[in-house]
């Protein structure tokens, strides 16, 4: 990132309207932070994907606030500069307005993020003008989402029928009459959002949204190859980290075994 140029929410809405693409990354850990941020990402979503790519979760409904906080706290520590988002976890903001936005604060106080995300649409925007009121940033979340993936009965693309289309671009426009900084579209074909993208004043982030959104957002696993069981459609190995590692763990296990490890440069 840019030293002594903090990106803010206004930096969201400047990239759009100067047509430049904005670049966020999940991160997890201090590592991974400060790594992103040494090669200029723009924003760092703490994801509840970490109950996928940390804790091993079918899916991220087990995902808790002290989670998400644990991990949002270790990103900041190791990016002390970068525009950090922590994503409000299933049941942390739908059951009571009142813990809604207290969660929401609790990022910002006890983890140090900038803003928090939410999935849904005109059915949260009265949590979202809440939150912003309360001066809480918001990033809106629409599409495919994920804390839905029992009741929609798995994870599949929205915006497929013109109805749903239209229905989306009303999502997005309710969000940003709340308050949102920027939209994250998941999972919704590119012409649908290319047609939110055009239809809406804030910045949209898109991971399966296509190349019309305002900027895209990937998770960290995905494109650095950690996964080899699946790769989603939306996603592009930059690296093979999964066989690189394997490569490492094979030979330090076969030099233990065979005493070739440690050497005298290794021993004191």
Known sequence: MNKGKKFTVSSFRKKKQNREKIVMLTAYDAAIGALAEKCGVD??????SLGNTILGY??????????MLHHAAA?????????IIGDMP??????NPDDALMNAARFLREAGADAVKLEGGEDIAHLVSRMVLAGIPVMGHIGLMPQQVLTSGGY???GRTDDDAERLIREARALEAAGVFAIVLEG?????SKKIT???GVATIGIGGGIHCDGQVQVVNDILGLFTSFVPKHAKQYANLNA???????????EVRSETFPTEENSF
Do not use: W
């Open 188 to 192: 919704i074909p590119a012409a649908v």
């Open 90 to 95: 299933f049941m942390s903001y739908r059951a």
């Open 198 to 200: 055009e239809n809406t």
């Open 156 to 158: 599949k693309i929205a």
């Open 244 to 254: 690189e590692i394997e490569k490492a763990f094979t030979g330090y296990v076969s």
């Open 58 to 67: 079918s899916n991220t409904i087990p995902v808790t606030m002290d989670q």
């Open 43 to 48: 924003a760092l979503l703490v994801g509840d």
């Open 75 to 83: 990103v900041r520590r190791g990016a002390p500069d970068a525009f």
